[in-house]
């Protein structure tokens, strides 16, 4: 990969993909160990040990690896200093906590890093966009030989890597299996959904060069996202997918999005009799009085099922939550995992750390193309929308892809990063005499 700076460079151009690539691995043998934690944390140390990150943080990075630092520190300084539960929820892991606050930083540093050592951004874009549309593919895939047969036992190993058969009862991926709600290697609907989105946005991005190849690209990862039966998908990633591809491409590249479209649309109608999740997803279209609770699943709205949760921790710790390990509860909501593990600082922090999102891509730099522009936008509003749902800035897998396209899209961008050797400047006098064919003073002839 073209590169300033050498075998660093093309080193450096490798990390991106391999992140990506790890995001879509199994869990290892070890308790609680996913592949993609064990890239992405020694990928971090090598950054750590190179002391490239130390000329990274500039601009929008600084502001946002701040923030997340900052929510890290006081999550810790909780978990050392614990508040007594007098709740009827009992103390989360600390670890996989930790896990969740660590990662977004580990991520944004390594990948800012390799901008740093001169990696051509645009094309490792690409190369990522390029294997996240191929390994959401293939996830599709398998959630659409899951209608046929069982894949519980072999998919799993994705989801967790305790005994399989407790797998398939005591994860979110196996009981909703069993509703017809099939996420792949996903362990939740909702995390499938917004990898699904982020497919979808990239599949469009990558539509300039090969439109024919990614709308049916487009296609797959439309069928897996329905076949999901994601609220995040159908409500959010799935329209701004569509509002992008209407209103800023041509009819020649908007033909196989609305292919896509509509072959969804009759796969589900042909095989709506066989697939479990059909009724469900006909539930969509059928919201009562209480709309928010409806399209929440019962998250916000009349019988918030969140809200005993924010009033326990709102009641026993408002301002700096239970620490790292929160509470062992499902969050839910992107919010309400920043109250439990950083009380209304992390709340606040979270907010801010969106916000920033928002504000550089609505800056819209000169050098920012219009593709790009329109790509970041879908990922910055999946994850600010999504948050509703599902904690999107930390949730397994999805997290290191969303943080690997943000900080590509927005984050270590070329005028944000400065270069670790300016070139030396030549007297116009100097450079008179090179161009007359005389040598400069000083120098023989």
């Keep these: 990969m073209a590169s300033r700076h050498g075998p660093g460079g093309r080193l450096g151009g490798a990390v991106c993909p391999l992140l990506v690539v790890a995001a879509f691995g199994p869990y290892l043998p ?37 923030l997340l630092t900052t929510i890290l520190l006081i999550a810790v300084m909780g978990t050392f200093g614990p508040v007594p539960l007098m709740t009827s929820w009992p103390a989360g892991s600390v670890t996989a906590g930790l896990d969740n ?7 944004v540093l390594t990948v800012g890093a390799t901008v740093h050592l001169g990696v051509d951004r645009r094309r490792t874009l690409t190369v990522v966009c390029r294997l996240l549309v191929a390994g959401m593919c293939a ?43 099939f996420s792949g290697i996903f362990n939740q609907p909702a995390e499938a959904g917004i990898a699904y989105a982020l497919a979808l946005f990239a599949a469009l991005y990558l539509a300039r060069e090969a439109a024919a190849l990614y709308g049916v690209a487009a296609v797959v990862i439309a069928v897996g996202g329905v076949l999901s039966v994601s609220k995040v998908f159908l409500l959010i990633g799935l329209p701004i997918a569509l509002w992008q591809a209407i209103r800023h491409t041509s009819g020649r590249r908007l033909a196989p999005i609305v292919a896509a479209m509509a072959v969804v649309v009759m ?17 969509l279209f059928g919201a009562g009085d209480d709309v928010l609770g409806w399209y929440t699943a019962g998250r916000i709205g009349d019988e918030s099922t969140l809200y005993p949760l924010v009033l326990a921790v709102l009641r026993e710790s408002p301002w700096f939550g239970f620490g790292a390990g929160g509470l062992a509860a499902p969050y839910d909501n ?4 920043a109250l439990c593990v950083a ?5 606040v922090i979270y907010t801010a750390v969106l916000g920033v999102l928002v504000a550089l891509w609505l800056r819209k730099p000169t050098d920012l193309e219009p593709a790009t522009a329109r790509f970041a936008g879908g990922v910055v509003l999946v994850l600010t929308l999504g948050s509703v749902g599902v904690p999107a800035l930390t949730a397994n897998r999805v997290a290191t892809l969303a943080w ?23 007297p116009a006098r100097i450079a008179t005499r090179h161009a007359c064919g005389r040598a400069p003073v000083g120098q023989g002839g």
Excluded at 334 to 337: A, F, I, N, P, R
């Design 101 to 107: 606050l660590l990662l977004p930083i580990a991520v």
């Design 334 to 337: 992107g919010w309400v995992e």
């Design 267 to 283: 796969a589900y109608q042909v095989s709506g009799a066989d697939w479990a999740g059909a009724g469900y997803l006909t539930r």
């Design 30 to 66: 070890l308790p609680g160990v996913r592949t993609e934690q064990v890239v992405v944390y020694l990928a971090f140390l090598v950054t750590l040990l190179s002391g490239h990150w130390t000329r990274v943080p500039v601009g929008g990075t600084a502001v946002v690896l701040g």
């Design 404 to 426: 690997v396209l943000l900080t590509l899209l927005l984050l270590a961008r070329p005028d944000a990063v400065r270069e670790p050797n300016p070139p030396v400047r030549i």
């Design 343 to 347: 009380g209304l600082a992390g709340v």
């Design 139 to 181: 996830n599709a895939i398998l959630a659409y030989a899951s209608t046929l047969t069982d894949l519980s036992p072999v998919l799993a190993r994705w989801w967790n890597n305790g005994p399989v058969d407790d797998l398939m009862t005591d994860t979110v991926a196996g009981r909703a299996s069993g509703l017809g709600r």
